[in-house]
């Protein structure tokens, strides 16, 4: 059993809770409804014997409108479903289980979050501790199951009706929900329940209430629940102007490295999924640029924000000993440090930059010129840029006008590739949309040509796994579409390959009673893990044994797939199909299939 806490427990809340005198029903009732009480406001359950206590109590939260209840029947799914509502909100949500195998498939979750950042409690149901090692069933050592990846992990004993038990449980919950918000990362609760494993629960509309009354609005916003950095230890680093500097964004790094970059008038080198990719500074052809010696070969600082995680030509440059490496990182105990001797800092300002120095505009300059000049001329090779002489459907002569008719007609009917896909997808993305990323060449293919824009791109690059995307994209979607809102909030898109797809395509079922909010999922599919060719073995290996044990060329009917699982289908194969689809998605659940040439 948890230590009894002072001055704790319901009384301390004002709102004393009903006892039903079943130890395991108490113990949920007094674990959910502080957590309830510190902020949370989603709860993922996947079903089970073990956990029927912790499942009913979050029905009957759910009933009186305290919380969300997100039920998965896959406990990889809901994982990935709790991670996304993390990603969106700051917040930590709930994901519940049973004991066993349950357990394990939440590890790639986790592990997730973990790389990540991201909040999470992780509450999984247990035997108590004289029906573990004897082979019970359903029974394995779940305490300590995930490792260094959790920030806390406590097996709890089961509760067995002792006085000041209640009092422990919310305890419990307070320091489980401040430990994931202020050491940004999963919680783990292991929760021994024994038999008898439940009873009715009471009504909690009075608790509902008075936790409304007492805590409307107030919950902390997201920028406030991530700002709580555990103690690291970290300076806060003031920069001289001098040395020739890039600002490296990340992964999730935020805005702050558009600000020191445009402050100090430095480059920008922001991935898709930075929250940085916008600005004067930017330079989206890094990757040619940062190889070329009249440019990389010229830095001489680099100042780094996030998780680059989509070139080796920014490894590569921070790897170099010619080059001071800043890593601002107010989270985590692991740094993005390729070289091992980067100075690492938890915030970085620049105290003699002047953006307007004639130096500094010749620095930035250069770069922003050059990966401009880059673009256009891969816009002029490129196919998909081939746009009619507007000119030409202007003019008086019956000939040009029918030139320009036929031209446009031609590039309505372009077969879809790889960069038209990217662009029209970030084309047709706004502020009030979300967009995710999944682990392919797509990300890539969207990292090399699109410009800056300011829209909340999302992509699990903690350990750039292709599982979970679609879960992932879907919590982000609930939790940025509430329930009953009175104005649209956008529509959730997905970008990813077939692969990805199918390895989360147990994300697409919606049991009943379960809300789905607008997510498009879009799908470029060239039958296979096309991101193989681009190894250096590629080149070597026998052509059938890298489609057979990499490439995996896959033949499914994404449109009977879909309707499986009662999501809408569309395949598209023009830039005016895909123009269509993107502009105006459908309400609810829908897949965009589009082939791709290999």
Known sequence: MPEAAEQAGPGSDGNALPRTGNPATDAALALLTQLVRQGLTHLVLSPGSRSQ?????????????????????????????????????????????????????????????HHSNLPMLVLTADRPAQLRGIRSNQTTVQAGMYGAAVRRAL?????????????????????????????????HLNLAFREPLSVAVPDLSGFAADVNARDDGAAESPKAALAHPAALARENVILSSGPRTVVIAGNAAGPDAEELARAAGWPLIAEASSGSRYGPNLVVAYRQLLRDAGFGGQVQRAVVFGHPTLSREVPALLQRDDVEVVVVAPVGEEVYDPSRSARVAASARVEDADPNDRAARAWVGRWVFASRALLEEDDAASADHIAPDVEAGRSHTPEQRLAFAKAEFAAVRAPVTRRMLVEALWRFTWPHDRLVLGASRLVRDLDGAVPGKKIRVHANRGLAGIDGTVSTAIGMALAAQPQGAETPTGTTRVLLGD????????????????????????????????????????????????????????????????GAYGWSYRLVQTRGELDQALSAPPAGTSIVEVPLPR
């Open 53 to 113: 206590a912790l499942a009913l109590v979050a029905a009957e939260l759910e009933r009186v409108g305290a919380i969300e209840l997100h039920v998965r029947i896959d406990e990889r799914v809901g994982g990935f479903l709790a991670l996304g509502i993390a990603a969106e909100t700051g917040h930590p949500a709930a994901i519940v289980t049973t004991s066993g195998t349950a357990t394990a498939n939440l590890l790639p979750a986790v592990l997730e979050a």
């Open 155 to 187: 097996d709890v004993a089961a509760p067995t009706g002792a006085d000041g038990e209640a009092d422990a449980f919310a305890r419990l919950a307070r320091q489980a929900w401040s430990a994931s918000l202020d050491e940004t990362g999963p919680v």
């Open 499 to 562: 692969l990805a797809m199918l390895h989360d395509a147990g994300s697409l079922l919606f049991g009943e009673g379960e809300r789905r909010p607008t997510v498009q999922v879009v799908v470029g599919n060239d039958g296979g893990g096309t991101i193989f060719d681009s190894l250096e073995v590629a080149s070597t290996a026998p052509a059938e044994a890298m489609r057979r044990v990499l490439t995996t060329p896959q033949r499914v009917d994404l449109a009977a797939l879909a």
